[in-house]
């Protein structure tokens, strides 16, 4: 099959429709997260820890020396962790967030292949499969009645 060919077939079925649309979503929720960390979160974590900025927050190797006659500057060699700080924050929420998310899709998907509630129509494919595995259950039901051993 044709490179082009797969593409097509790859774009008519949807899948990069879904995945774009995932990332796009995704790029906005990213963005969300990042202001809600650093103008939510990080401010009342500052002031908790005497107004700490965690973002400019690093350890020193070498202090920074200015130039001097005939000498170079040398620039300061830190280790920044402040930033890791931020973003470690950044990806818990994240990742609360899509467990809440996921967790909620799932309670509903469950309610919705529950052929038993009523409330929530059940998908033909499910329902289907529950009215051949009833039948089945039957039918064995009675072969073992007819055939004991």
Known sequence: MGLVKEFKEFAVKGNMIDMAVGIII??????????????????PL????GRIKYGDRKFVLQE?????????????????????????????????????VIKLMNRFRKKA????DKSVETPKNIELL?????????QNEILKRNNPQ
């Not at 529950?130 to 039957?138: I, K």
């Open 26 to 43: 995704g790029t906005a929720f990213n963005r969300v997260v990042d202001v809600l960390v650093k103008q939510v979160v990080m401010p």
């Open 46 to 49: 500052s002031m908790l820890t």
């Open 64 to 100: 920074a020396i200015p130039a001097t006659d005939g000498a170079e500057a040398v620039e300061e060699v830190a280790i920044g962790y402040g930033l890791l700080i931020e973003v470690f924050i950044d990806f818990v929420i994240i990742g609360f967030t899509v467990f809440l």
């Open 113 to 116: 292949e529950d052929p038993k």
């Open 130 to 138: 529950t009215n051949l595995t009833e039948l089945m259950q039957e």
